[in-house]
């Protein structure tokens, strides 16, 4: 009997130890994952309110984290769809030459056809992540790009539909019209894109750039180094330098347009009451306070001392003509204008 039961006890203690590893990488993950988060969000907040000349930090240290996790989830996203498909683009090239020599596509034009089928996708699928990655941050009003949106997600639906697991199957022809509709795909969204949405296509692009060339640099460094144990030392600092590059440019540019719903620094728009007696006449001539109420302005950001106001409010994509920051004992009151309220439902 004893002889049966130690297996047993030794297979406990192993599955035991092996859920204590588990709990443990999991907690390590996450504690890494928050530390990059607050990291890259620290550099979006800062590089946002640096450009506007507020220097008080420390009122935005959840901000720091919320917006970090939204930057993280869009690289996380876009390496997804279109990285993996660009460090991967010379095997898919020689895969797709294959694929149409076996289905018969022979000839100079199919070759072309075959060679330029990966890079075609890629194009798409990067049209794809912006367009889908800007309708999930940025509150998009331009009814022309609802149309960009259906081709593209037409085309996704179709190509995942009907060509998962039957490209034997369906002929040359088939890559042929897939190629077509990619393609329009691309020149339409380039050609009537506007605003937010083509900034943000060409941060993307940026990105892309510069991440395909440092990491291809530091492959080639890497394939040089004798010691392996310096590897993930070089892998790691690269990307915080791309990282860095990354957040700061898209604090800049960017975070100011993203919704305050998911964390953003969209603007709310608001009227300010002030004491017109302890207000200086040119903080009431800006504002345009009358009866003690300012027009319309964008509350950009709120520190523990002041309010930045930009005036007049912004639309689209504009950029303010004044920035003015009022101490918050010149004001008595905040009106939130256009605010949804949430219906309470009673239950019986």
């Known amino acids: ?36 988060a607050y990291f890259c969000g620290f550099i979006i907040v800062t590089s946002y309110l640096g450009s506007f000349g507020i220097k008080d ?3 935005f240290h959840i901000q720091y984290i919320i917006s970090g996790t939204t930057l993280l989830l869009v690289i996380g996203y876009f390496v997804f769809l279109v990285g993996r498909r660009v460090f991967r683009l010379d095997e898919d090239s020689r895969h797709y030459l294959i694929k149409f020599q076996k289905l018969g596509a022979n000839g100079k034009f199919w070759s ?8 075609i996708e890629i194009g798409f699928f990067i049209v794809l992540t912006v367009v889908s990655i800007s309708f999930f941050i940025f509150p998009i009003t331009s009814t022309q790009t609802y149309w960009i949106v259906s081709i593209a997600l037409s085309a996704a639906g179709f190509d995942f539909f009907f060509n998962a697991g039957k490209e034997d199957r369906l002929g040359k022809y088939y890559f042929l019209l897939n190629e077509i509709f990619y393609l329009i795909t691309i020149l339409a969204f380039f050609y009537k894109v506007d605003g937010i949405m083509s900034d943000f296509s060409g941060y993307v692009l940026n990105g892309l750039m510069w991440t395909t060339f ?22 790691t600092v690269f990307s ?3 990282l860095i590059g990354q957040s700061s440019q898209f604090g800049q540019h960017y975070y100011g347009f993203v919704r305050s719903s998911i ?12 004491d017109e007696s302890d207000t200086p006449l040119l903080i009431v001539n800006a504002l345009k306070i ?13 520190t523990d001392a002041d309010l930045y106001i ?18 918050r004992k010149l004001i008595k009151a905040v009106i939130a204008n256009d605010v949804a309220v949430i219906k309470s439902t009673k239950i019986q």
């Open 112 to 119: 072309f056809c075959g060679f330029v089928y990966p890079l």
């Open 263 to 274: 964390g953003g620094g969209e603007p709310q728009q608001v009227q300010i009451v002030v």
């Open 310 to 327: 930009g005036y007049p409010p912004r639309e689209n994509e504009q950029k303010y003509k004044s920035i003015i920051r009022v101490q």
């Open 57 to 59: 930090y420390d009122a």
């Open 240 to 242: 915080f330098i791309i």
């Open 214 to 235: 440092v990491m291809f640099t530091v492959k080639y460094v890497v394939s040089k180094v004798s010691f392996n144990e310096f590897r993930p030392l070089i892998y």
């Open 1 to 36: 009997m004893p002889e049966q039961q130690n297996p047993v006890e030794v297979q406990t203690g192993t599955d035991k130890t092996f859920l204590q590893m588990s709990i443990a990488n999991i907690g390590q993950f996450i504690a890494i994952a928050v530390a990059v």
């Open 290 to 302: 009358s009866k003690s109420i300012s027009a319309k302005v964008d509350l950009i950001a709120q």
